[in-house]
């Protein structure tokens, strides 16, 4: 017999009406519909209400005008290449637009005015791109600070850590940083709380002090390539170190000083002149 | 929807590369030499079905439109990069789903624990009539974090098993599993806690008129 929650995610990813159930890794699935009773039943309502939800998903009505929209602001920035052509092939939802007379005094006036405006549109996203603020990136303060509450929310919590297998040290796309001197036996999903590719490894051992190793698949932040010696971040009993490596954002965080802080650590060497 | 699927290629969302599906848009190009695509066409075959997907990942009328509008600015300025036209379609996708995780740095957070929603719970009757409630269903969605989301509409909205999921995301078939397990569970939860409550009510209510 499969356990509730195994079995309840076992019958989620099936999709209804489809050969899901066929699949090697859902024979355990199969064989429990086929011999219990109540598994078939919540199986059957489970089909029926993803049938409504897939259904009601796709149902959102589109504004009226939108395609045309999308070509009219594809011509006001489309360069100084040749102008796109706004006499849609089929857009459906398109009010059929009266063709401007074709004197060749306007239509030479109206490629200058869209060269000038597409110039112009190059100019305020080159500005952008540049002085904006990004919002997808992380950074070292926001990691620091937020990263002692998803510690905290994993302790604390109903956390659904798994045994890493037998010989087997880390995630393969989640590996262990090299400086790290301890070593992991259960990781977590911790992609609901950073709200990124990211997985949590818990470093406590036995009866010592807790710690967890956060590892994000992010490329953008602020962090240095190698862990800090000492923590960046000490409030609330928790050390916290961040640094990034190849892809990844390590943001380690200990529950104690920051001599446990740096037991986890191999030392990294200080090159003086730098 | 399947074939949108089987066209979308991979969209890893792992690192910032992965998460806006720069990969996913280099897949798209594999074959030798570029391909006329007819920009209209696009917006005319594609427009209303990005809204649609950009509608239940933003939850607004008005985001919906301004992410189809960039999708389309971003493929007018790289349609180069298609080089096959039944590719076009995932291409936009990924496309779009780049850009709206380019524009959210949003730290929402699925509690870990509160799915304790039980669907043996609810009655058969409420689960014959239900009638999945769009606003409801959205506000439900939006409550969703960014992973949880693209892998929950990756099934819903584009049919995906949860293999297809997994290598599009670069994720073990598990933590796909995990993940669309408890973004269904809180939907239903929303969907049908109120359902629930309401006929405990006219239950507790009609014990009460048979015992006086």
């Known amino acids: 017999m499969m356990e509730r929650s195994e079995l309840l995610e076992a019958m989620d990813a099936c999709r209804p009406g489809s050969d899901d159930l066929r699949l090697p890794e859902m024979a355990p699935l199969a064989d429990q519909l086929a011999s219990d009773q109540v598994s078939s039943w919540t199986f059957s309502r489970i089909q029926r209400i993803n049938r409504r939800i897939a259904a009601t998903t796709r149902e959102v009505p589109v504004p009226a005008g939108l395609a045309g929209r999308i070509l009219a602001s594809l011509q006001m920035t489309s360069e100084n290449g040749p102008p796109v052509e706004v006499a849609p092939a089929n857009v459906g939802d398109e009010r059929p637009t009266p063709a401007p007379p074709d004197t060749s005094k306007r239509r030479r006036i109206g490629r200058r005015g869209w060269s000038i405006v597409a110039a112009a549109a190059c100019l305020v996203a080159a500005f952008s791109i540049a002085f904006w603020p990004r919002p997808s990136e992380l950074t070292r303060q926001q990691l620091l600070n937020d990263s002692s509450e998803w510690a905290r929310q994993l302790w604390n919590g109903p956390t659904h850590w798994t045994a890493l297998g037998a010989g087997e040290r880390e995630l393969p796309k989640y590996p262990l940083p090299v400086v790290l001197a301890a070593s992991a036996t259960y990781w977590a999903d911790a992609g609901g709380m950073v709200d990124l590719n990211a997985v949590a490894y818990d470093l406590s051992s036995g009866g010592g002090p807790r710690a967890v190793l956060f590892v994000i698949r992010e490329d953008e932040i602020d962090a240095d390539a190698t862990p800090p010696n000492s923590p960046q971040s000490s409030t609330g009993g928790l050390m916290i170190g961040c640094w990034q490596s190849q892809g990844l954002v390590y943001v380690l965080v200990v529950e104690g000083d920051e001599r446990t802080y740096k037991s986890l650590l191999k030392p990294v060497p200080v090159r003086p002149f730098a | ?212």
């Open chain 2, 1 to 212: 929807m399947a074939d949108e699927a089987s066209a979308a290629g991979r969209l890893p969302i792992n690192g910032l590369a992965a998460r806006d599906g720069r990969s996913d848009i280099d897949a798209a190009s594999k074959s030798p030499a570029p391909i006329d695509l007819d920009l209209p066409r696009l917006v005319a075959d594609h427009a209303e079905v990005l809204y649609r997907y950009a509608f239940r990942l933003t939850g607004s009328v008005a985001d919906a439109e301004d992410l189809t509008q960039q999708t389309f600015l971003i493929a007018h300025q790289k349609l180069s990069q298609v080089r096959e036209p039944a590719g076009a379609r995932g291409w936009l996708f990924a496309v779009l789903r780049r850009v709206y995780l380019k524009s959210q740095r949003k730290s929402r957070r699925l509690p870990l624990a509160g799915f304790s929603f039980e669907i043996e719970s609810v009655p058969d009757e409420i689960v014959d009539q239900l009638v999945v409630d769009r606003e409801v269903l959205q506000a439900a969605i939006d409550e969703l974090p960014d992973p949880y989301k693209l892998v929950l509409m990756s099934y819903y909205f584009e049919d995906l098993s949860y293999r297809e999921i997994a290598d599009r995301f670069e994720l073990p078939v598990g933590t796909v599993m995990s993940r669309l397990s408890r973004a269904k569970s809180h939907l239903r939860s929303r969907l049908f806690e109120p359902e629930v409550v309401a006929a405990g009510r006219h239950s507790q209510r009609e014990q009460g008129q048979g015992g006086a």
